[in-house]
Each structure stands twice: as structure tokens, then as C-alpha cells.
């Protein structure tokens, strides 16, 4: 079967008499390519953050956190004195729930000095409301005396399993300081004697968060109440697992009806800020990215323009023999659509392609170049994570076919207003 003449034209207008492909064409074919190319990439790094943010949050933060609203004057901590009815009132709601105690501290290993954050858990009831235990290489049930540390700060330190770390409580500091009304200093004559605490390295975690592998010590309950200075069984924080972590809306009304003294936070709302500048980051790349595309359509037009104008005279004689202006304006809008569609998926192959093999590449840059690529410390995860969202996908191949549509309507108009008198005169 014939082609039609439009579909002819364009093609053979594509490539050059004397060579096998136009460089212009093949130009204009790799601006498309390296636009969607670029924002398939992107785009699937950017919701892979998303993605393996949220799953890595919430496999060490429990769902809920009800916490006290204020704090008591003259304690170093805001406590939970009876944490007992929010256990009670989350069991009747379906729920797990764990007391912990939280507070930052200055760990010490020989002569260095680092600021971390503590973790006071109950071993068993932690086990219901996070995923921490399966993150742990060692022993998770800790007792008195014992620790858990994140790798990334167990390589900081220089320590592993079986080492000592001494821990200072900023209570057991500060607790023979007093602030006078007018502003001044008084240290209090006591004879008490301060002794740091010792704690033994039990296990080793690794959430694949920078911030939390290197910042996180978890100890049992009852030595971070003595730490702090408050009672045994009191606690900063009740924490729950819900089952369904992305529908909270009951249990939060439920908790919040029922202790409306107390503060309850879910996790989205505690990690907003992160959510919110991740959302903010996809769109705006989104849109510097699509001025990509957008360079491509000014190069398809101004290549099928260069072709009108190299044309004219076969214009004139295709309208002398009878062709109609809506012919000729369709052989140079399908040589744009066909420049387009080629380019797309093109780019969306090298997209799709660099996507899969983004961590060996990145890897390769770095080697090349001798800087790292990633640096986990910046990004705070481990490699570069991705997901190839269909619907995204669609979006930019639909996004980029319309743009290189609109940019070959121009030249396809152009060369349908050509009077056939006046082409056939032209001595281009």
C-alpha cells in the first residue's frame, strides 16, 4: 500500500540527497531526547527521595507521639508523670503503644567528645510500635548498662561491639548551677560526686539516614529516667503504631479528645518541613526542567523553517500540480511530529536506562572526576534512590509530543501561505 504523500515528503525531507542523515535533523531530534531524558531522570530521583524518606521515618518513628503540651518548672525534661491511661486509651483504640524518654547528651569515647541524641525504649513494647529491632546487628534487648549506636556514628567514634562509651547527662551537668533572678551565676556548695554514665556497645543499627546513623543512641528506659533525673515509669513521649499510617485521622481525634491537655503529633506533621521542601524541590525542577524541552521546540522550529525556506520551490510546484495548502502544511507538521516523537522516545530510553543504572554511573562520575557524587552526609541516605512513576512518565512524553507540535504549527503555516507564482520565481 502507498504512503501518502504528506508522510513521503516528510521523510524525505528528513534526510539529505548526498548523505544518509541530516545533521541539522539529528540535532534537532537530541534537544526533545536530552529534555525528556533529563526530567524522567529527575523526576524519578526526586520521588525515589520521597519515597525512601517516608519508608525509612517510618520504619524508626512510630506513628503517633503524644507528648506533654508544657513544660514543669525546675525539671531538665517535660515528663509524662503517668503515661498509664495513654497506654490504656491506645490499646482501646486498636493500637500499640511505648513510653520512651528522649533528650540530647554528650557522648564520650577517650578524649572525644560528641553531642548525640538518646533514646530511652523499652525493648518489648518497642518491638510493636517501630522496625528498629530488624535494623539491628547484635542484640536488641538491652538492658542496664547496655547501648545501641548507629554504624555511622559507631565509624565516627572508632568503636564496635563490646566497646564502652561514657554518656553526660545534661541534669547531672548543669544540676549544681542556679540562674539568680537578676541574671547571675551561683553554684551550689554539694557534696555530691558526678560520674558519668557507662554504657556497653550491644548492637549496631543502620536506618539508611545519615542524620539517624550518626546521631541516635538508644538505651534502656529506666537508665535514661536516672539520666534525666525524673521517676521510673514517667516518660517524655507515648508512642504509637497505627494500621494505617497514612489515614491517622481517627486516632488522632480519639487521643486528642481524650487527653486535651497533651500534645498528639502525627508523623507527617512532625517531618512537614521535610515533606514540604521535597514537594517545593520536585516542582520547581519540574519547571526549570521543562524550559529544557521548551529550547528543544525553538530548535525544531527553526529547523523546519531552514527546510521551508531550502524548499520553496518544490512548495511551488507541489501547489502548481495541485496540492492543496492544507497538504503542504501537513508535511512539514508531520516532519515536526515525527522529529518529536523520535526524540521522545529516544529520551525517554536513555531516561528509563540511566534511571535503573543511576548508582553505577554516579559512581563512575565520581571516579572520573574525583569527587563524590552523593554524599550521603548531604542527602542523608545511603545511594541515590528512584521510582519510575507511570503517571509521571506519561506526563512528560504527552508534555514534550505538544510542545514539538506547537512549534512545527509556525513553519507548517508558513509554507501553506506560500503563493505557487511567487516559490517557483524564488531562487533558493
Request: charged share 20%.
Amino acid at each position: 500500500m502507498p504512503w501518502p504523500a504528506e508522510i513521503f515528503l516528510a521523510l524525505r525531507y528528513l534526510r539529505p540527497k548526498r548523505t544518509f542523515i541530516s545533521i541539522i535533523t539529528l540535532l534537532s531530534v537530541l534537544g526533545p531526547a536530552i529534555g525528556v531524558a533529563v526530567l524522567i531522570i529527575v523526576m524519578s530521583v526526586m520521588s525515589g527521595f520521597d519515597r525512601d524518606i517516608k519508608a525509612r521515618i517510618l520504619s524508626m518513628q512510630a506513628h503517633l507521639h503524644v507528648t506533654p503540651a508544657f513544660g514543669v518548672a525546675g525539671q531538665n525534661v517535660a515528663t509524662l508523670e503517668n503515661p498509664l491511661p495513654i497506654l490504656a486509651k491506645m490499646r482501646e483504640l486498636g493500637v500499640a503503644g511505648a513510653p520512651i524518654i528522649e533528650t540530647p547528651i554528650l557522648l564520650q569515647h577517650r578524649k572525644e567528645l560528641r553531642v548525640k541524641f538518646l533514646r530511652g525504649i523499652d525493648p518489648d513494647l518497642e518491638r510493636t510500635v517501630t522496625d528498629i529491632a530488624g535494623k539491628v546487628k547484635g542484640r536488641f534487648d538491652i538492658k542496664e548498662g547496655e547501648a545501641l549506636v548507629g554504624e555511622e556514628m559507631a565509624l565516627d567514634l572508632g568503636v564496635g561491639l563490646g566497646d564502652t562509651l561514657l554518656i553526660h547527662s545534661p541534669h547531672k551537668l548543669t544540676r549544681n548551677i542556679e540562674w539568680q533572678d537578676e541574671g547571675g551565676i551561683r553554684f551550689k556548695d554539694t557534696e555530691d560526686v558526678y560520674l558519668p554514665e557507662e554504657v556497653e556497645i550491644v548492637g549496631l543499627f543502620s536506618f539508611g539516614l545519615y542524620d539517624y546513623d550518626s546521631s541516635m543512641l538508644f538505651i534502656h528506659i529506666d537508665q535514661a529516667a536516672d539520666l534525666c533525673g525524673v521517676d521510673w515509669g514517667t516518660a517524655t513521649a507515648v508512642q504509637a503504631r497505627c494500621r494505617d499510617p497514612f489515614n491517622l485521622g481517627g486516632e488522632t481525634q480519639a487521643l486528642r479528645a481524650a487527653f486535651p491537655g497533651l500534645r498528639v503529633t502525627t508523623w507527617q506533621e512532625a517531618n512537614e518541613q521535610l515533606f514540604g521542601a521535597l514537594r517545593v524541590e520536585k516542582n520547581l525542577m519540574l519547571l526549570v526542567l521543562f524550559f529544557i524541552v521548551l529550547v528543544a521546540a525553538f530548535c525544531i522550529a527553526g529547523t523546519l523553517i531552514t527546510v521551508v525556506i531550502q524548499k520553496t520551490r518544490d512548495i511551488g510546484v507541489m501547489k502548481a500540480v495541485g496540492l492543496t495548502a492544507g497538504t503542504v502544511a501537513r508535511v512539514f507538521l508531520l516532519q515536526g511530529i515525527l522529529i518529536g516523537v523520535l526524540g521522545t522516545a529516544i529520551g525517554t530510553g536513555i531516561g528509563l536506562l540511566l534511571v535503573h543504572h543511576r548508582n553505577g554511573v554516579a559512581g563512575l562520575l565520581g571516579r572520573v572526576m574525583g569527587v563524590e557524587i552523593f554524599p550521603k552526609e548531604l542527602y542523608h541516605l545511603s545511594q541515590i534512590p528512584a521510582q519510575i512513576n507511570r503517571g509521571d512518565v506519561v506526563f512528560i512524553v504527552g508534555m514534550a509530543l505538544l510542545i514539538c507540535v506547537l512549534a512545527s504549527l509556525l513553519p507548517a503555516l508558513y509554507a501553506s501561505c506560500l503563493s505557487p507564482a511567487r516559490a517557483l520565481q524564488d531562487d533558493v
